[in-house]
């Protein structure tokens, strides 16, 4: 019997998150990281006006790993 949602659907859930300058943040995201793997972290500022460039980022990412 599949013990999670990933296993149960065969579909990976992520989080896609970018860089921040606030250093207690990255910290704590590094330990859920560390935890939980499920994140995606993109090399690009976290911010909410640029978003569409995070948007981007994530698509030439996955265009470039495959």
Same mark, same amino acid.
């Given at each position: 019997?599949?013990?999670? *949602?990933? &296993?149960?659907?065969? *579909?990976?859930? #992520?989080?896609? =998150?970018? !860089?921040?300058? $606030?250093?207690? !943040?990255?910290?704590?995201? #590094?330990? &859920?990281?560390?935890? @939980? $793997? $499920? +994140?995606?972290? *993109? $090399?690009? &500022?976290? &911010? @909410?006006?640029?978003?569409?460039? !995070? =948007?981007?980022? +994530?698509?030439?990412? +996955?265009?470039?790993?495959?």
């Amino acid at each position: 019997m599949p013990c999670n *949602l990933e &296993e149960a659907t065969g *579909l990976a859930f #992520r989080f896609i =998150t970018s !860089k921040t300058n $606030d250093k207690s !943040k990255m910290v704590e995201l #590094r330990k &859920e990281v560390a935890e @939980y $793997d $499920d +994140f995606i972290q *993109l $090399d690009n &500022e976290e &911010e @909410y006006s640029k978003l569409p460039y !995070k =948007t981007l980022s +994530f698509f030439i990412e +996955f265009h470039m790993a495959n």
